[in-house]
């Protein structure tokens, strides 16, 4: 197992390096990443290559049986970039050149910007391909962006639009530009949106196309490396749902795996559902295990200084990814820098340098690491229930919210949470994705649907499957133009309803009372917005108690082939709702947990190789007992374990179930 941090030796005198190296093989470090911004440093002028620093770090790493994975450094170009290629800078959408001096402001269609790019990844490729300790790539440095709207990026656009639809009559169509008077008949005519206020269907190509730029730009770089350096790996640091203005799983494709940047330590302390949702979100990129390249050490922020990591939730924090099938973890960083826009993002050292609290407790969370890292191996997650996170439907919330403070990563967090509080691992899949291995998939506001999603969800549950869905399912075509049908459009036969009406209820304490019959007991408030749900075929679980919703369904289940489909026509204020609603898909799936988890322990399970390793964690203050499988053995500890265990405050244990 890889466990290290993110190091910047050009941050501090060459006569430190030596003692960094020494302090991290103290602490059982053996992996770091490096120079994912030293673009200038490696080429201070324009084809004058300079690596003899960082051969010389890279060497004293070696010799401490530290190994490195190099990031490819153009997030930040030179100064001298821009200063001879004005054009390489993105330009704003009012026309006005970003200006230098922060990173992620390039422009990705300017020539000179790419051809220079791809010429350091081929250099640095060529130079390190045979050094004995680098073992794989980053891609630049969490890939997002940005857009431009300079001349050359107009064109592409254009030419982009060209490829896709063949001809204006096919784009004019696909974009209802008959709507305001829009048609298009010259390809000139066609502009970047300035603002997002702009034809929906026009706004999604944009963002498709920017997605694209992004692709491409990394598939450049991997063309290199993949040539120079066969036996390297190549990797990328996603951000979880923050990577949002490029397509995740496009920029996955060519990765041989990914990783992600884990920063789970803001607020208050609180239960880390997010870290865990963008764990099993990064491990559907690919649906294989991934790494983290950057985790919280210390206290982050920009301008404030956020809060510190409480005594061993630096160890929990690192644990929990693990257990949702992280096999490397990075901390960043190293030490915390004294100057730039990061002096506030505090590291595993602080400013001074001196190894303390958060030193010794990253040294002991690698330790135990080390304990269970061969146990791990060709383990993962295996789970039969899926969430589906439909990127493009998440553009098209973006475009037009639908409904007040709505978007895809909360609509998804509500049914998430609820299955962590019941100790239900679950994949985050796109709808390409198989659905047949799942008993249980939900799928969150899944506006954008193809008559081929259509015809795999039905065919899902036709066979057997569990089908949960809910509010603005299937309401768009593939363009962003909305159906011609009823909703759920081409779903209405599959959860046997159909919707001619709906609205949104803004703000907050503008509410529905709905209440459920015999499977979904209780009293609860629809909030937001709400599907007046006519069913068919359904059978109603929850209704509306307005006088004018009585004859409407907010919550149904319908029998179709071997399987079931629910539908939730509304969003509901209560977290306690969907437990019960996530209760019942569970029960109905055949899905049983292992343990019922009491409030703030998670519980995940890595399994294969006939291994199975069962992960708790607690995310709470205070002492949790959890009853477990009896007479196994707690692999930090080495000791076996009754019917119960008792976690101390943010406390782990890995227990081997076969």
Request: overall charge neutral; proline content about 5%; charged content about 25%.
């Amino acid at each position: 197992m890889y466990i290290g941090a993110d190091y910047y030796p050009e941050h501090w005198p060459h006569s430190r390096w030596e003692k960094d190296a020494m302090l991290m093989k103290k602490a059982g470090f053996n992996v770091v990443r490096l120079a994912e911004f030293t673009w200038v440093m490696l080429e201070p002028e324009e084809g004058n290559y300079k690596f003899d620093w960082l051969d010389n770090a890279i060497a004293i790493l070696g010799k401490h049986g530290i190994s490195v994975i190099l990031g490819t450094p153009t997030a930040v170009m030179p100064a001298w970039l821009p200063r001879k290629y004005p054009n390489a800078m993105a330009v704003q959408n009012t026309d006005q050149p970003v200006v230098w001096g922060t990173r992620k402001n390039n422009c990705f269609t300017n020539g000179d910007y790419r051809r220079l790019s791809i010429l350091i990844v081929e250099q640095m490729a060529e130079h390190y391909k045979d050094n004995p300790y680098v073992i794989g790539w980053q891609t630049d440095n969490e890939i997002n962006g940005p857009w431009c709207y300079c001349h050359t990026c107009r064109e592409e656009w254009r030419d982009w639009l060209r490829r896709k639809y063949g001809s204006l009559d096919n784009l004019n169509a696909a974009w209802g530009t008959h709507f305001w008077g829009q048609f298009y008949q010259r390809w000139d005519e066609i502009q970047a949106p300035p603002h997002e206020h702009h034809n929906p269907s026009l706004m999604l190509d944009w963002r498709r196309f920017n997605s694209w730029l992004n692709v491409r730009f990394q598939s450049e770089q991997i063309a290199v490396i993949r040539k120079k350096c066969p036996k390297h790996f190549i990797t990328h640091n996603f951000m979880g749902f923050g990577t949002s203005m490029t397509n995740p799983y496009e920029l996955a494709t060519e990765l041989d795996f990914v990783s992600w940047d884990n920063y789970p330590v803001w607020g208050k302390p609180e239960i880390k559902y997010n870290a865990a949702c963008m764990a099993d979100l990064t491990r559907g990129l690919k649906q294989k295990n991934f790494w983290i390249m950057e985790q919280t050490s210390g206290p982050g922020g920009w301008d404030t200084i956020n809060r510190n990591p409480r005594p061993g939730e630096i160890r929990n924090i690192a644990f929990q990814q693990v257990a949702h099938g992280a096999d490397a973890i990075i901390w960043f960083r190293w030490r915390t820098c004294t100057a730039g826009r990061e002096q506030y993002w505090h590291g595993i050292l602080g400013h001074y340098g001196t190894p303390g609290r958060r030193y010794e407790e990253c040294k002991k969370t690698a330790s135990d690491l080390r304990k269970i890292s061969e146990e791990i191996k060709g383990t993962t997650i295996k789970t039969n229930t899926a969430i589906i996170y439909d990127h493009e439907s998440r553009w098209g919330f973006e475009t037009q919210v639908a409904y007040e403070n709505n978007t895809m990563p909360t609509a998804i967090r509500r049914y998430y949470d609820a299955l962590f509080r019941k100790g239900i691992n679950v994949d985050i899949i796109p709808v390409s994705a198989d659905l047949q291995k799942y008993k249980l998939v939900i799928a969150p506001q899944l506006l954008i649907t193809s008559k081929s999603t259509a015809n795999k969800l039905d065919a899902f549950v036709k066979n057997g499957g569990v089908l949960m869905a809910d509010v603005r399912l299937s309401v768009k075509t593939e363009t962003n133009l909305c159906h011609e049908e009823m909703l759920p459009a081409m779903l209405k036969k599959t959860f046997g309803i159909r919707i001619e009406e709906y609205e949104g209820l803004t703000p907050d304490d503008n509410l529905y009372a709905i209440s459920g019959t015999e499977t979904i007991n209780g009293q609860f408030n629809a909030i937001k917005f709400v599907d007046w749900v006519i069913p068919e075929k359904a059978e109603t679980l929850m209704k509306y108690q307005e006088w004018h919703m009585k004859e409407y369904a907010a919550l149904t289940r319908n029998s179709y082939g071997k399987g079931t489909a629910y539908y939730l026509g509304a969003v509901v204020k209560e977290t306690e709702f969907y437990d019960i609603l996530v209760e019942e898909l569970l029960r109905k799936a055949g899905i049983k947990r292992l343990i019922s988890p009491p409030e703030g322990v998670e519980i995940s399970i890595r399994e294969g190789n006939g291994k199975k390793l069962l992960f708790i964690i607690n995310h709470t203050e205070e002492e949790k007992e959890i009853a477990v499988p009896g007479d196994k053995k707690e692999l930090i500890s080495g000791r076996k374990v009754g019917k119960t265990i008792c976690l101390d405050k943010y406390g782990v244990a890995v227990i081997k179930l076969s």
